[in-house]
């Protein structure tokens, strides 16, 4: 009977841990946001090495009526390390350097995008997301802000 339940406290502590051997490979999450008729729709593709460096592509949709961007490049790159239920990011540069398509949108007004998508991982260069599920092909983190992404695995 103690060994039973010695077995059931083992496998509740370790529901969410992961190893670094789990995470490696590649990942993909896309986000729709609509907020006072702007639609923004956020791809990400992810991809741990295994040598714990990570690269993190953001590609931004934009839509408020005819003006729209599409496909606004952001790279993040640093490293990343599991460790039991928490991912988490070291970044050690972030770039913006491409939009593949405007319509109607200033250069201003693209400027001040390209430097809020910037400035969420600028600010901080150590990022830790809470693993709230995983299994081979499905990923589930939450951010400090409570923000949830679910990540499906790429092959």
Same mark, same amino acid.
């Given at each position: 009977?103690?060994? #039973?339940?010695?077995? &059931?406290?083992?496998? !509740?502590?370790?529901?969410?841990?992961? *190893? =670094?051997?789990?995470?490696?490979?590649?990942?993909?999450?896309?986000?729709? %946001?609509?907020?006072?008729? %702007?639609?923004?729709?956020?791809?990400?593709?992810?991809?741990?090495?295994?040598?714990? #460096?990570? !690269?993190?592509?953001?590609?931004?949709?934009?839509?408020?009526?005819?003006?729209?961007?599409?496909?606004?490049?952001?790279?993040?790159?640093?490293?990343?390390?599991?460790?039991?239920?928490?991912? /988490?990011? *070291?970044?050690?540069?972030?770039?913006?350097?491409? $939009?593949?398509?405007?319509?109607?949108?200033?250069?201003?007004?693209?400027?001040?995008? =390209?430097?809020?998508?910037?400035?969420?991982? $600028?600010?901080?260069? /150590?990022?830790?997301?809470? &693993?709230?599920?995983?299994?081979?092909?499905?990923? #589930?983190?939450?951010?400090?802000?409570? $923000?949830?992404?679910?990540?499906?695995?790429?092959?």
């Amino acid at each position: 009977m103690f060994k #039973t339940f010695l077995l &059931i406290l083992l496998f !509740m502590g370790q529901v969410h841990a992961v *190893t =670094a051997y789990d995470i490696v490979g590649s990942w993909y999450s896309s986000l729709r %946001t609509v907020n006072n008729g %702007t639609e923004v729709i956020e791809k990400e593709s992810l991809k741990f090495n295994a040598n714990n #460096t990570f !690269m993190l592509v953001i590609l931004v949709d934009l839509n408020k009526g005819p003006a729209y961007v599409k496909d606004l490049r952001v790279e993040i790159a640093g490293n990343w390390e599991a460790k039991g239920n928490a991912l /988490i990011y *070291t970044i050690n540069s972030v770039n913006v350097p491409s $939009v593949k398509d405007v319509y109607q949108v200033s250069k201003q007004s693209l400027d001040n995008l =390209a430097s809020s998508f910037k400035s969420k991982w $600028v600010s901080d260069k /150590i990022h830790i997301f809470k &693993i709230v599920s995983f299994e081979a092909k499905k990923l #589930t983190v939450k951010n400090g802000r409570g $923000v949830i992404t679910k990540y499906k695995r790429l092959y």
